[in-house]
């Protein structure tokens, strides 16, 4: 053979600088693994969590050993459990897994050879699927069964380092291009699994590493890929649900069992006794922490909403084919939290609405780049949130000039600004109309407190309902329509016409039917709108007019 000669003793600076090279490649490559993300959930993200998840895997490979580790068997063991607790997504949970299988295989040693990376390779596949409660063909779990099959095969053969590691790869990709013949919603979708791919190219990027060749030149997915976006199914609604649990003698099945009555599906729980991290699909964010909870300390919580995704995900699909010169002079971005309030800010002329999600707020990047999206000569962002509101300052500092900030710290205020909005004119005259109405707008937030303290002199217990009238705490009561109406009380001083109520997620079910006889009965005057708003944190949101 030829390449028999070479011998491979793969130290922990050796791994290191493998998995360097293949996070360039997977970074290259993301926006395309991006482009044909249809399953589980049609969002456009596996790319991303992958490359973050691979990400912290190495940041916790530097610091957990402050750079210094030489055994590749310790280096790997930091590099998993980074990877544990920085894993994002049903794709990143399952890739920390992959990693987690390659740790515990070469636990011990100091150098990595040919038979113990295709054995570590092996291992990796085994974890991936002992985590997954029903495991799916056609996926990653697939591409990595197959690859490292091949790699032991290979080796057992009798083939060199580069005869495995070359075989182990083009059976990667084979196994990529026949994942629609094992999933129907691949087939229909005209695509290959993009979490398939994404370990394709890590696997290639390691190679590249281990042998010191050259990466292509392009990338090897493009963001062009063709997807039959009519034929992908998605589940709808929900949340992708993930938190990590730290206690003593956690039990895998006792929380798998408790996320399945809770009516959770994607789920995948790993880790070991001690540590946790959970991913699931489910209604409510609630429904999963609070299964959490139960058995001990969350940290890293995370929910995203699956419709939202998957209508940003359209959007941007959509985005692919817009001509530049069909934009509005000026466009309007809006920054909403739930799916009614980004719906309205669409009806009211929003080309561009960022869907914030919890525990992750939009970033000066995302404003500037769906600024240009949305207007041809200049865009008008509404933060809409007093966290997002610098990072809207920052996003129009480096837009030359391009973006406009009117700085709505609430929906309420926003959506009364937006009524303002006009995509033809001086941007300055309509930026300044939209800030002189939201001016007449006050805004009401209610909420659970989850401290005890006393914030502008009212006196909050944990658990408390509490009401903001303009960012200011105003009341603190025992039910949540209290709140609301002390809230009211306080935004109606002044006088006020019209009241719309946003109902959030956790806002009672019956909620639009007792709000109007409750807020009328105080304040015959006022008109009533109720909307459903699906914002997070906060089950009624407000605005007087």
């Known amino acids: 053979m030829a390449d028999a000669a070479l011998t491979l003793a793969l130290d922990a600076p050796a791994l290191r600088r493998a998995f360097e090279v293949a996070e360039r490649w997977l970074a290259t490559n993301r926006e395309g693994i991006n482009a044909i993300n249809v399953y589980p959930v ?13 990400r912290a895997a190495l940041k916790g490979g530097v610091e957990g050993s402050e750079g210094n580790a030489s055994d590749a068997g310790a280096y790997l063991g930091l590099v998993a459990r980074a990877a544990l607790m920085g894993a994002r997504g049903n794709s990143g949970v399952i890739l920390s897994q992959i990693i987690r299988g390659l740790a515990e295989t070469s636990a011990g040693a100091a150098t990595l050879d040919t038979p113990a990376l295709a054995r570590g390779f092996e291992g990796a596949s085994a974890t991936a699927y002992a985590a997954v409660t029903n495991p799916v063909e056609g996926t990653m779990l697939t591409v990595i069964r197959e690859a490292s099959a091949a790699a032991v095969e290979a080796q057992a053969s009798g083939e060199g380092t580069e005869g495995v590691l070359y075989i182990m790869l083009t059976e990667a990709f084979a196994s990529v291009k026949r994942t629609p013949e094992l999933l129907p919603r691949l087939r229909e979708a005209g695509v290959v699994d993009s979490g398939g791919m994404g370990v394709a190219v890590i696997l290639q990027g390691i190679v590249c590493g281990i042998l010191d060749h050259p990466l292509p030149t392009e990338p090897l997915v493009t963001g062009t890929a063709e997807v039959q976006a009519d034929a992908v199914e998605h589940e709808g609604h929900g949340f992708c649900t993930e938190f990590v649990i730290s206690g003593a003698a956690l039990d895998r099945a006792t929380i798998e069992g ?5 009516g959770g599906s ?19 964010p609630e429904h999963a922490f609070d299964v959490g909870e139960r058995h001990g ?30 934009l509005p002079s000026i466009g309007l971005v809006a920054v909403a939290e739930g799916r009614g309030i980004a719906a309205a800010f669409r009806d009211l002329g929003a080309g561009r609405v960022l869907l914030g999600q919890v525990g992750v707020k939009v970033s000066a ?8 999206r949305a207007g041809r000569d200049h865009a008008i962002v509404l933060p809409n949130d007093k966290d997002v509101l610098m990072s809207a300052q920052q996003a129009a500092a480096a837009s030359d000039g391009f973006l406009t900030v009117v700085p709505s710290r609430s929906p309420a205020s926003g959506l009364t600004a937006a009524l303002e909005y ?21 805004a009401v937030e209610v909420s659970r407190s989850v401290r005890t303290a006393t914030v502008d002199g009212v006196a909050v217990r944990e658990g408390d309902a509490i009401a903001l009238v303009d960012g200011r705490m105003v009341a603190a009561t025992e039910t949540l329509e209290d709140a609301l109406l002390a809230g009211l009380d306080v935004a109606t001083e ?9 109902l959030g997620q956790d806002a009672p079910a019956d909620a639009a039917e007792r709000l109007p006889r409750l807020i009328g009965e105080r304040h015959p005057d006022l008109e009533i709108q109720i909307v459903p708003g699906g914002q997070p944190y906060y089950p009624y949101l407000a605005g007087v007019e």
Not at 266 to 284: E, F, K, T
């Open 258 to 262: 408790e996320l399945v009555a809770a």
């Open 422 to 442: 006009r995509g033809d004119g001086d941007a300055a005259t309509v930026a300044a109309a939209m800030v002189e109405v939201m001016a007449g707008v006050r």
């Open 494 to 502: 002044d006088g006020g016409e019209i009241v719309t109520i946003y």
């Open 266 to 284: 994607s789920i995948l729980v790993v880790g070991d006794p001690s540590m946790l991290r959970v991913h699931v699909h489910v209604a409510a």
């Open 365 to 372: 990047g995302d404003i500037l780049e769906a600024a240009r």
């Open 42 to 54: 049609p969002d456009g993200d596996t790319g991303t969590n992958m490359l973050l998840t691979w």
């Open 297 to 326: 300390t969350l940290a890293a919580r995370k929910a995203e909403d699956m419709q939202a995704q998957h209508e940003a995900w359209m959007d941007d699909r959509d985005d692919d084919d817009l001509d530049p010169a069909s």
